[in-house]
Structure formats: C-alpha cells, structure tokens
C-alpha cells in the first residue's frame, strides 16, 4: 500500500536553532500534504496543507513565517521550524494524498518528535 | 461546540468484552469519517471509513447518524491488542483535497 515516510523520527535541539522535517512519499505522487502538531494527550492539530507548487495555506493560529513550508516536488514536502523554542517541542505528523477525492484517507508518516531544550 | 468531540475514557474493559466508543461532529457538511487507531507515541493508522449506511469489519462496526452528526464505533470480543486510544475523524471541507479534523481521543485498555 501507500506509502508515506518522515525523517528525522527524532530531533533534540537547542532553543534558537532550525529543525527540517522532511515528509515523502514512496510509491505515489502526493499532490498535497497535510503538516499536524501533536502535543501530549492532545489531539492531532492540522497545522497548515501544503499543494504542490503553491504556498502552503496555513491554519488559524500558524505562524507561517515560524512554521516553513516547501512542497517544490510531488514526493517530497518539507516542514522548517524555525529559531526553535521550547513550547515548539512537540509531535509533528506529516501526512499525504494523491486523489482530489475527500472520501480518500490520509497516509500518515511516522512522525517527528521534536525536543527544543 | 468543538469540531469533533469525543470521551477521552480511559475505558478498562476485560478481554472479551464489547465496548462502544461515541463520537459527535459540529459540521454538517462533512462528508467522510473514518476511525483511525493511535497507539502510544506512534503515527495514526487507519482503522476503517464509515458509511452512511454502516459497515463492519471483522470485530468492529461503524455507524454513522447524519441527522445527529454522531458516530459511533464497536468492538466486539475485545483482545489486549485493541489496547489504544481510538481517533473519531472527519474532513475539514468538503471539497477537493480536504484535510482531516481529529478528536482527541477515546483511550481504551483492555484486561487479561
């Protein structure tokens, strides 16, 4: 089945520094990608969809400028935290689709966990 | 009222029981729910879709109420290994690629 694949799978960092989180995935073309937050016994938040080669559209509450994102190809989408704090220390879940169909499910990477210290 | 709602539990059920998770959404245009399974500091995994006229797969049974924009999960003849906490999902929009809206949870724990 599809396949979606998320690197790192853990990040320690130190507060002011830059985290890459790339999301790709395998055997499909993605032609979007959704970028969740999760934070402990919290729901998945949907950060902001990503469309290949267009800006991302980011949720209420996103900073876009802090939270960059980079979908330049159909497998590849690229989540850059940028001058990490410690309240950024978190769960980031990349996930993707290649239909324009909402009854299509969502193949989740495994995820990135983030540790600003 | 909270996108999707559902009751964090946690549920402790002895193995063999069946056990039945509620979930309900505030958009009345959704038009896809799924149940997806979390396990602890993993990734979500898709359990199944739910259709409007409910379906089943093996141990466990969907049922959707549009009308009450309510959705429901069973599992039947539970087993340790249903141990996990149980995601209610809909999509955001109803349109195009949509994004999926998560609750935050039904926990259950399943005895020996």
């Known amino acids: 089945g599809a396949v979606v694949s998320q690197h790192p799978s853990w990040v320690i960092c130190k507060s002011g520094t830059s985290v890459?989180?790339?999301c790709r995935s395998l055997d499909f073309q993605a032609t979007t990608m959704?970028?969740?937050?999760?934070?402990?016994?919290?729901?998945?938040?949907?950060?902001?969809t990503s469309n290949?080669?267009?800006?991302?559209?980011?949720?209420q509450g996103v900073e876009k400028d802090k939270f960059l994102i980079n979908h330049?190809?159909?497998?590849?989408?690229?989540?850059?935290?940028?001058?990490?704090?410690?309240?950024?220390?978190?769960?980031?879940?990349?996930?993707?689709?290649?239909?324009?169909?909402?009854?299509?499910?969502?193949?989740?990477?495994?995820?990135?966990?983030?540790?600003?210290? | 009222r909270k996108e999707v709602e559902q009751d964090p539990g946690p549920f402790n059920v002895p193995?063999?029981?069946?056990?039945a998770f509620n979930c309900t959404y505030s958009n009345s245009a959704?038009?896809?729910?799924?149940?997806?399974?979390?396990?602890?500091?993993?990734?979500?995994?898709?359990?199944m879709s739910v259709y409007s006229s409910g379906n089943e797969d093996g141990r466990f049974t969907a049922q959707l109420?549009?009308?009450?924009?309510?959705i429901s999960l069973l599992i039947r003849d539970s087993k340790l290994s249903d141990s996990a906490t149980y995601l209610c999902v809909v999509n955001k929009?109803?349109?195009?690629?949509?994004?999926?809206?998560?609750?935050?949870?039904?926990r259950l724990s399943v005895i020996a």
């Not at chain 1, 959704?34 to 902001?48: G, V």
């Open chain 1, 20 to 22: 890459k989180i790339e």
């Open chain 1, 34 to 48: 959704f970028w969740y937050r999760q934070f402990p016994k919290q729901s998945l938040m949907l950060m902001a």
């Open chain 1, 52 to 59: 290949e080669g267009s800006k991302a559209t980011y949720e």
């Open chain 1, 72 to 117: 330049a190809s159909l497998t590849l989408s690229t989540l850059t935290v940028t001058s990490a704090h410690p309240e950024d220390s978190s769960f980031y879940i990349c996930s993707a689709t290649g239909f324009s169909s909402y009854n299509s499910p969502l193949h989740f990477g495994n995820g990135t966990r983030l540790t600003v210290t």
């Open chain 2, 15 to 19: 193995e063999g029981a069946t056990v």
């Open chain 2, 30 to 47: 959704s038009q896809s729910f799924f149940w997806y399974r979390q396990d602890c500091r993993k990734e979500p995994k898709l359990l």
């Open chain 2, 65 to 70: 109420n549009r009308a009450s924009q309510y």
């Open chain 2, 93 to 106: 929009r109803n349109s195009g690629n949509t994004p999926l809206v998560f609750g935050k949870g039904t």
